[in-house]
Structure formats: structure tokens, C-alpha cells
């Protein structure tokens, strides 16, 4: 049986690995063509110096049923960015979905350091990567997402908005660049509604990504083991659960009643009834709020 997203064309920027791979991943088993893009490839590595590359990215679309298409690109060159949209167009002729889940930052911020104290080169670096990449993705591609109506923009940030207004997150930098994003989906959602198209900010829980399970020195088959030394880690979701947000955003007829907002995978799974690869439907945020940052002790009934 045909997906529901067969057919479609879809730009994951920022997909080698974490949220960006599993929602390739999720577009691919729905049965989009997805282009994948980021700097880590099997010949050159990233400054991340971590194993994933977008040719492994590619190959798991395929895999799961769709065709993937690994384009490696560094998203802060505007040259490079407009080639990679200027293949997807020679190529397809169409973009139904644009992702924008450029990062590439977790060696480059500290914790709870004021601005002041922390390293002022690593904090613009991390601005670049965060903020201005998905500006120059955005100039580039959306030309060809408008093209068509009905395309769906997606701004992948850490926080909603509601938590991120009353949070201090992390330290001024990373604050700054989270909000940034959720604030440009706002900015997108006005100008590309009235254009037929869709932009929503997005973000995940506390997500298993491969960096965050090196972390704590676990695999994804026992992630439980970690529990013991952060027992909140319970509530933790794969990559693939925002994917499967992603994919059900990009399949709703009235995706138009999202548009310019901030949404969670945890807040979604709710309304399309999609769950993670285990079956349960973690609700991150506002265990984050309820638990979490109340101080209780972890306990995730009725949070997943």
C-alpha cells in the first residue's frame, strides 16, 4: 500500500543524526522522497567528530520505504545551500516539506555560565549554527516550497514557547538561539500563510539521541540502565516519536490550523494518536513542569 506521503518531497536539513534522522527516517516510511543534508559524510567528519554521516541517514529512508538522498551541505555557505535546493528543483521539480533542524552546537555551550564568563567565540559559533544556517535554508528553499500550495515548514527547536518564556534555558547563548527559532516560525507562519503554506516550530522531549545515550553510557535496548543516576531520563522518547509528528503534520489535510505555532511531539501524539517505536506516548513538557521541575520524585504515570 502506498504511503500516505507517497509522492511528496521532503528537505530534512540537518538530518546526520538525533531529531533530524528520525524524522528522515518517519518521511521515508510514509513514503516521501527525502533529501538529506549536513556535514558529516563517510569521507569527512564534522567538528562533532562523531560516526553518523548522511550517507547512513539516506540509506535508513530507503531502508524504511521511502528514497533517500544524501546532499552533504554546510548550511552557514549560501552557495552550497542554494546548489542543494537548486538540485532538489532539476531533480523534482517540487518541495512539499522543508525541515529545518540545524544545530551542530553541543560542544560549543556551558551550563548555567553567564555571558559574561562564557566563551564569547564558542557562543556566536553556536548562534551561527543554530540561528543563521535556518535563515539561509529558508531564503533558499522556500522559493520552491511556495510553488505549490499546501507545503509544510518545520523550525526544530528545544523548548515550547510557553516553557522556554518562563525558563531560563541553559545559559544565554543557548537561550537566545531557541528562542530565536521558536520566534521564527512565528515570523514564517505570517509570511507563508497567506501563501498556502504552513511554518510551526516543533520540538522534542528529552530525546534518546546517539550523543545523549553515549552520554550516559547506554544503547537504545538499555536505556533503562541510566535510571539509576537520573531517574527523570524515564521519560525519554527515540528520535523517531518527533518523526512521527513530523509525518502526521505533513498527511493533515487542515495542517493550515497550525500554522506560526509552537508544538511538542508529546503535544501532538495526543491529537493524531501516533505513538513511539515502544508503543507509549511520553508528554516530555509537561512532565517537565508537573515533575520534573516541581521537584517530585520521577514517576512517570500518566506521562507516557
Do not use: C
Request: hydrophobic share 40%; proline share 5%; net charge negative.
Amino acid at each position: 500500500m502506498p504511503g500516505p506521503l507517497e509522492g511528496r518531497v521532503a528537505l530534512v536539513a540537518g538530518a546526520t543524526r538525533g531529531a533530524g534522522r528520525g524524522i528522515a527516517v518517519e518521511l521515508g516510511a510514509a513514503g516521501a522522497t527525502v533529501y538529506v543534508s549536513g556535514r558529516s559524510t563517510r569521507a569527512r567528519r564534522s567538528e562533532y567528530d562523531r560516526p553518523e554521516t548522511v550517507e547512513d541517514t539516506a540509506d535508513l529512508v530507503t531502508a524504511a520505504g521511502g528514497r533517500g538522498v544524501a546532499v552533504p551541505t554546510d548550511h552557514l555557505d549560501p552557495a552550497a545551500v542554494r546548489a542543494l535546493v537548486d538540485r532538489v528543483d532539476e531533480e523534482q521539480g517540487r518541495l512539499d516539506v522543508l525541515v529545518n533542524d540545524i544545530w551542530g552546537a553541543e560542544h560549543l555551550f556551558a551550563w548555567d555560565t553567564p555571558v559574561w564568563e562564557h566563551d564569547l567565540d564558542k557562543g556566536l559559533r553556536l548562534l551561527r549554527l543554530a540561528v543563521e544556517t535556518h535563515a539561509i535554508t529558508s531564503h533558499h528553499a522556500l522559493p520552491l516550497l511556495l510553488r505549490r500550495p499546501g507545503g509544510l515548514v518545520v523550525e526544530m527547536t528545544d523548548g515550547t514557547a510557553e516553557y522556554n518564556r518562563d525558563t531560563y534555558r541553559v545559559s544565554f547563548f543557548y537561550d537566545v538561539a531557541k528562542s530565536s527559532v521558536l520566534r521564527m516560525a512565528f515570523a514564517l507562519g505570517h509570511e507563508l500563510g497567506p501563501r498556502g503554506a504552513t511554518a510551526v516550530a516543533l520540538t522534542p522531549g528529552w530525546m534518546r539521541s546517539e550523543i545523549m545515550l553515549d552520554q550516559f553510557g547506554v544503547r537504545e535496548d538499555n536505556w533503562r540502565d541510566a535510571l539509576t543516576e537520573v531517574p527523570h531520563f524515564a521519560i525519554s522518547e527515540t528520535p523517531r516519536y518527533v518523526g512521527r509528528a513530523v509525518t502526521a503534520l505533513a498527511a493533515d489535510p487542515q495542517l493550515a490550523r497550525w500554522n506560526g505555532q509552537s508544538l511538542s511531539s508529546g503535544g501532538l501524539a495526543r491529537v493524531y494518536g501516533f505513538t513511539d517505536l515502544d508503543g507509549s506516548r511520553p508528554d516530555a513538557w509537561r512532565y517537565l513542569v508537573e515533575v520534573q521541575d516541581a521537584g517530585k520524585p520521577a514517576d512517570v504515570t500518566g506521562y507516557r
